[in-house]
């Protein structure tokens, strides 16, 4: 953000929690209405979605059976009866939540929430997935078409070859709207076009990616990084700002990909290596200190890893932080990147 220094992932966190812990107080109080609260808190939550550890926040229900709400200020109501209006209100379902319809009541529909709570609410607020994805049925606020557009450094079909057999296959990222992202599943497909592995669509999943308002969970690179005759696909978890990034290794198996390593950074630990390391909150406030890879943005002839490397110094002068930028080849180790030599060394980004 222009004219503001970079906030780290983990720090946005904390202060989306802070936000929602306040906005409570004030309801608790009578200072805000229930319905600006339920509001705050479902913006707060669906951006902390966005950067869910080890992939994206995408329906929770199966596809054919996920259903959104479509406006705000939605009561949900235990079972009336002959009029559920008179029910007692369990919550308040909002704008581009989700659930499943259960049962069907005259005009009212039994729901059960992403968060597992059931309840009946009128059934003028909801409609399909598929019709809210194809733009039949309008979110108040949303618009889904503007979810699946790309910038050309975007990839959304990587090949190469799975299982060391010499024969290139190809994955493919299937693009699916969301509320504030646009979520991909993976299909991968063989030599002869034939589909091999179809990856989740729904639920939590490292194999589900995405790109956010919040930031992003995208592949990388997909080879064999260790020379076992697997591929591996690496995948960025980047922030919204220039801030400390996370990788997510998955290996393909033969029928799938196999988490090796979730949501770690890659901070040098030792001149040179740059370690898997957790994400945690030491390291989002220690990031301005050591250097870490950014990003992976593939391979150079030799197969090593090309990768940026980012670090933040302060000038003892003006007190300012300087960002500084270098790029260098890398040789994958189970417990790391051990840099080769440098394509750019490291200088002040200007």
């Given at each position: 953000m222009a004219g503001h220094p970079p906030v780290a992932a983990g720090q946005e966190a904390v202060m989306r929690r802070a936000v929602i812990a306040w906005v409570v107080f004030l309801a608790l109080s009578g200072a805000v209405p229930r319905i600006a609260q339920a509001q705050a808190q479902a913006q707060a939550q669906a951006q902390d979605q966005a950067q869910v550890p080890g992939g994206c926040a995408g329906p929770v229900f199966p596809l054919d059976q996920s259903w959104v709400v479509l406006d705000d200020g939605n009561n949900l109501r235990e079972s009336g009866g002959a009029d559920y209006a008179k029910a007692r209100v369990l919550g308040v379902l909002n704008a581009w939540e989700e659930v499943t319809v259960l049962a069907r009541q005259a005009r009212w529909a039994?729901?059960?929430?992403?968060?597992?709570?059931?309840?009946?609410?009128?059934?003028?607020?909801?409609?399909?997935?598929?019709?809210?994805?194809?733009?039949t049925a309008v979110v108040k606020g949303y618009d889904p078409k503007d979810n699946c557009s790309y910038s050309p450094e975007w990839k959304t079909a990587f090949t190469a070859d799975l299982d060391g057999d010499g024969r290139a296959s190809t994955l493919k990222?299937?693009?699916?709207?969301?509320?504030?992202?646009s979520n991909h599943s993976v299909a991968v497909f063989g030599p002869d076009n034939a589909l091999r592995y179809q990856g989740p669509d729904h639920g939590p999943s490292p194999l589900i990616f995405?790109?956010?308002d919040a930031g992003g969970y995208w592949?990388?690179?997909?080879?064999?990084?260790?020379?076992?005759?697997?591929a591996e696909l690496i995948a960025e978890h980047s922030p919204s700002d220039v801030s400390l990034s996370t990788h997510t290794v998955l290996r393909w198996n033969g029928r799938g990909f196999t988490p090796l390593k979730q949501d770690v950074a890659l901070i040098e630990t030792s001149p040179g290596f740059f370690a898997y390391t957790p994400r945690s909150a030491d390291a989002a406030r220690d990031e301005r200190e050591p250097r870490w890879i950014m990003s992976v943005s593939g391979l150079d002839p030799k197969r090593n890893l090309i990768a940026s490397v980012y670090q933040y110094t302060r000038d003892a002068k003006t007190g300012d932080n300087d960002l500084h930028v270098g790029e260098g080849r890398f040789a994958a180790r189970d417990t790391g990147f051990q840099l080769i030599d440098w394509i750019k060394p490291m200088a002040v980004s200007r």
């Amino acid at each position: 953000m222009a004219g503001h220094p970079p906030v780290a992932a983990g720090q946005e966190a904390v202060m989306r929690r802070a936000v929602i812990a306040w906005v409570v107080f004030l309801a608790l109080s009578g200072a805000v209405p229930r319905i600006a609260q339920a509001q705050a808190q479902a913006q707060a939550q669906a951006q902390d979605q966005a950067q869910v550890p080890g992939g994206c926040a995408g329906p929770v229900f199966p596809l054919d059976q996920s259903w959104v709400v479509l406006d705000d200020g939605n009561n949900l109501r235990e079972s009336g009866g002959a009029d559920y209006a008179k029910a007692r209100v369990l919550g308040v379902l909002n704008a581009w939540e989700e659930v499943t319809v259960l049962a069907r009541q005259a005009r009212w529909a039994r729901v059960r929430t992403a968060k597992g709570q059931e309840g009946w609410v009128n059934d003028r607020c909801l409609a399909p997935y598929a019709d809210v994805i194809r733009g039949t049925a309008v979110v108040k606020g949303y618009d889904p078409k503007d979810n699946c557009s790309y910038s050309p450094e975007w990839k959304t079909a990587f090949t190469a070859d799975l299982d060391g057999d010499g024969r290139a296959s190809t994955l493919k990222m299937v693009c699916r709207p969301w509320w504030g992202c646009s979520n991909h599943s993976v299909a991968v497909f063989g030599p002869d076009n034939a589909l091999r592995y179809q990856g989740p669509d729904h639920g939590p999943s490292p194999l589900i990616f995405c790109l956010c308002d919040a930031g992003g969970y995208w592949p990388e690179v997909l080879c064999d990084i260790d020379g076992d005759g697997k591929a591996e696909l690496i995948a960025e978890h980047s922030p919204s700002d220039v801030s400390l990034s996370t990788h997510t290794v998955l290996r393909w198996n033969g029928r799938g990909f196999t988490p090796l390593k979730q949501d770690v950074a890659l901070i040098e630990t030792s001149p040179g290596f740059f370690a898997y390391t957790p994400r945690s909150a030491d390291a989002a406030r220690d990031e301005r200190e050591p250097r870490w890879i950014m990003s992976v943005s593939g391979l150079d002839p030799k197969r090593n890893l090309i990768a940026s490397v980012y670090q933040y110094t302060r000038d003892a002068k003006t007190g300012d932080n300087d960002l500084h930028v270098g790029e260098g080849r890398f040789a994958a180790r189970d417990t790391g990147f051990q840099l080769i030599d440098w394509i750019k060394p490291m200088a002040v980004s200007r």
